[in-house]
């Protein structure tokens, strides 16, 4: 009798054995092996992007290098202090190197709320030539200025009074 059920009750415990491999060992792997094909795929794909932006963009440290260059020239054309001092320095060396005749320079500020104004007046002697230059390089310099006002009076040499207005970011 004993070799009657000894038959299904080796058979009843290797399935039981199997089926608890096959809970515990073998269905564990194959969920991290999942998780681990589903994760490679990820990683190719951002690979893949990466490859990508390198073609389109090339050297992503040249790209970053020239958007710091570009922030650094808005930084100086929005300057961070209006400093009035070098811009009419500047204005008198222009006005030198055009043979213009600066008669005075006014400065005014402007209240804002989050960029500093101020408008400087600069009344001048020049003819017609040389203010057109000196206007154009005043306003081409490497600073945020607008021309507000114009006004000019004469036929040979001109009598001309200029407001310019130049800006910076609030501390």
């Given amino acids: 009798m004993r070799e009657k059920s000894f038959l299904p009750v080796t058979l009843s415990l290797c399935a039981t054995a ?3 491999f096959w809970l515990l060992v073998y269905a564990p792997v194959q969920a991290e092996i999942s998780a681990m094909k589903l994760e490679t795929r990820q990683l190719q794909m951002q690979a893949r ?4 932006l390198q073609a389109r963009y090339g ?3 040249d790209y970053a ?3 710091d260059e ?8 929005l300057p961070t202090n209006i400093d009035d001092e070098k811009f009419i320095d500047s204005l008198y060396q222009i006005a030198a190197g055009k043979k213009i005749l600066i008669n005075s320079v006014t400065v005014s500020e402007i209240p804002g709320d989050e960029i500093q104004r101020h408008t400087i007046r600069v009344r001048l002697d020049a003819d017609y030539i040389s203010l057109l230059n000196f206007i154009r390089e005043v306003l081409d310099g490497g600073r945020l200025v607008e021309l507000a006002n114009f006004s000019a009076e004469g036929s040979g040499v001109l009598y001309c009074e200029l407001e310019f207005d130049i800006f910076a970011v609030k501390n």
């Fill in 18 to 20: 199997a089926l608890l």
């Fill in 49 to 52: 992007e990466l490859e990508n």
């Fill in 65 to 67: 290098e020239k958007a």
């Fill in 70 to 77: 570009r922030l650094t020239f808005a930084r100086e054309f």
């Fill in 59 to 61: 050297n992503l440290a």
